[in-house]
Nanobody, 133 residues
Framework: QLELVESGGGLVQAGGSLRLSCAFSGPTYSTYAMAWFRQVPGKEREGVAGINGDGSTIVAESVEGRFTISKDNAKNILYLQMNSLTPEDTAMYYC???????????????????????????WGQGTQVTVSI
């Protein structure tokens, strides 16, 4: 069982930065694909960024150039560095992992993969990010 625990969310003014962390524990493997998603109440969960087992990364167009995903395999932590935040970035942010060692070529593939992952997918409990004007 893989456990994911997010932290680092909070309230920030527009234009500010936050770094989210996702600590993962359990039978972990550096080749797992991992990702950050976000969700606003009443809306579909949105893929934000993903990192494949080979270290390649993908980001959504809405955050490209502002958000960066990275992973420290030695510390078992997944990060999401968020810069130039806007009120539209306000959401609950979730960390996720897929233990099938799939390769995500783009955000759409990542989202579809996690939706269909069933017992192969793992999710954290989420951390709230609120960006004020």
């Amino acid at each position: 069982q893989l456990e994911l625990v997010e932290s680092g969310g909070g309230l920030v003014q527009a234009g500010g930065s936050l770094r989210l962390s996702c600590a993962f524990s359990g039978p972990t493997y550096s080749t797992y694909a991992m990702a950050w998603f976000r969700q606003v109440p009443g809306k579909e969960r949105e893929g934000v960024a993903g990192i494949n087992g080979d270290g390649s990364t993908i980001v959504a167009e809405s955050v490209e150039g502002r958000f960066t995903i990275s992973k420290d395999n030695a510390k078992n932590i997944l990060y999401l560095q968020m810069n130039s935040l806007t009120p539209e970035d306000t959401a609950m942010y979730y960390c996720a992992a897929d233990r099938r060692r799939l390769y995500w070529a783009d955000i759409a593939t990542m989202l579809s993969s996690m939706k269909n992952a069933k017992n192969f997918g793992f999710w954290g409990q989420g951390t709230q990010v609120t960006v004020s004007i």
